[in-house]
């Protein structure tokens, strides 16, 4: 089962500029996370943010979590090429011991 | 850190055959473990949870006499492919919960995935 919506499904950009990218859940979270996926290898933690916290840094990320509409967003500030990578919104619920549930991911492109 | 590691990295097997994926936890130990599979371009489906000691629990519409989990020890899941199909090849990632924040972590800990590829 997938828990989350991306948007946008695919972005490009070109380096130095800041790329956005959304996810929407469908029930209660203890927690959402952000990963990030180059082709074909496995996945990378970016940031952890909690159903209690609004938003979050993490050098150039900055994550933002609105319970109320269920909704998070991840800004990548001064892109680079190498952050050329799909990324991907996980959820835990509110109940420890139970999976992540992944989104359907957003694939960056970042053109130099 | 938290190390899982997934044995073999990638592997092809012919039509018919069975494929056994190991998922290790290196510097903990691991009650749960979870196997996802990913497909080209899509995202990662949660196929089942394993847990040590006691049967799997597989998500709706994944044959549980297709992929056999066995997770017999506190560091090692094994996710076998029974009777492998060309539409199974996809991507498998395992990922485990450490013992030692049972019941108060909700962080996983992902394997590097293993590409299987049947002909």
């Known amino acids: 089962s997938q828990q989350g919506e991306e948007d946008p499904q695919a972005l490009s950009i070109q380096e130095g500029e800041n790329a956005t990218m959304n996810c929407s859940y469908k029930t209660s979270i203890n927690n959402l996370q952000w990963y990030r996926q180059n082709s074909g290898r496995g996945l990378v933690h970016l940031i952890l943010i909690r159903s209690n916290e609004r938003e979050k840094h993490s050098g150039r990320l900055r994550v933002t979590l609105d319970t109320s509409k269920k909704s998070s967003s991840l800004l990548i500030t001064a892109s680079r090429a190498a952050d050329t990578a799909s990324y991907f919104c996980a959820t835990a619920l509110n109940q420890a011991g139970t999976a992540l549930i992944f989104g359907k991911g957003t694939t960056l492109s970042v053109s130099s | 850190g938290a190390v899982v590691s997934q044995h073999p990295s990638w592997v092809i097997c012919k039509s018919g055959t069975s494929v056994k994926i190991e998922c290790r936890s290196l510097?903990?130990?691991?009650?749960?473990m979870f196997w996802y599979r990913q497909f080209p371009k899509q995202s990662l489906m949660l196929m089942a949870t394993?847990?040590?000691?006691?049967?799997?629990?597989?998500e709706q519409g994944v044959e549980k006499d297709k992929f056999l989990i066995n997770h017999a020890s506190l560091t090692l899941s094994t996710l076998t492919v029974t009777s492998a199909h060309p539409e199974d090849s996809s991507f498998y990632i395992c990922s485990a919960r450490d013992n030692r924040a049972a019941g108060i972590s909700y962080e996983q800990y992902f394997g590097p995935g293993t590409r299987l590829t049947v002909t």
């Open positions: 510097d903990f130990q691991a009650t749960t």
């Open positions: 394993s847990n040590e000691g006691s049967k799997a629990t597989y």
